[in-house]
């Protein structure tokens, strides 16, 4: 039983194209993130959500937009994709926000742009 | 600006032996500190979390330093085995904000 994850693992897509990634998380945290892991394998904060409102907004392009229905769920949107955008994206949770909160990963997103 | 740096070259020990990583940070007084393992195409998953307060942390086989006069921590894994390969990061955060992470080492036992 998957504590965190994300859909879908791979994405291959043209530049231009808007795309998503779902993420879900059954094991009753209240914070929710997003994470970008870039070639040289540095884990970025993308955004961070608790309890549905927004968190942590760091300085991502507007193209992408992430949306939390409930506070088990964060998906991501793309708009626009450019070849830049090629990374592994990381849903993540965790009990509460910053602090000693450890955070548990999903499986990772591979999204390449063409 | 804060930054956490570890060593970006691949670590080859043999089998047996203790595996120690390195994790440096500069800009900052973190107040946590903790370690992940990542295996190849998997997300990281969390392995110690050790406080500023607190100097050693083990669990099993793994051990945990945090100097904050250094401004470093250590991560050792005694008797290791080739299923310990994988890349290791560390990340550091205060009460107040989220957790910054290092680009991992990688390590590599070869039996």
């Known amino acids: 039983d998957t504590a965190v994850s994300q859909t879908p693992k791979y994405l291959v897509t043209q530049m231009g194209n808007d795309k998503s990634i779902k993420c879900e998380q059954n094991?009753?945290?209240?914070?929710m993130y997003w994470y970008k892991q870039d070639s040289k394998k540095f884990l970025k904060i993308m955004f961070s959500?608790?309890?549905?409102?927004?968190?942590i907004n760091e300085t991502v392009p507007n193209r992408f937009s992430p949306k939390s229905p409930d506070k088990a769920h964060l998906n991501l949107h793309i708009n626009s994709l450019e070849l830049g955008d090629s990374a592994v994206y990381f849903c993540?949770?965790?009990?509460?926000?910053?602090?000693?909160?450890?955070?548990?990963f999903g499986a990772g997103s591979r999204l390449t742009v063409l | 600006s804060q930054k956490i740096e570890q060593n970006s070259e691949a670590l080859n020990i043999q089998e047996g032996k203790t595996a120690t990583l390195t994790c440096n940070y500069t800009n900052y007084s973190p107040a946590y500190l903790q370690w992940y393992r990542q295996d190849p195409g998997r997300g990281p998953v969390f392995l110690l979390l050790i406080r500023e307060n607190e100097k050693e942390k083990r669990k099993e086989r793994l051990k945990v330093t945090f100097d904050t006069t250094l401004k470093q921590s250590l991560f050792h894994i005694t008797a290791s085995q080739p299923a310990d390969s994988a890349t290791y990061l560390c990340a550091f955060n205060n009460a107040g904000n989220m957790l910054t992470f290092g680009g991992g080492t990688r390590l590599m036992v070869k039996p």
């Open positions: 094991l009753g945290h209240d914070t």
């Open positions: 993540a949770s965790s009990r509460g926000r910053f602090g000693a909160n450890v955070l548990t």
């Open positions: 959500y608790n309890n549905k409102e927004l968190i």
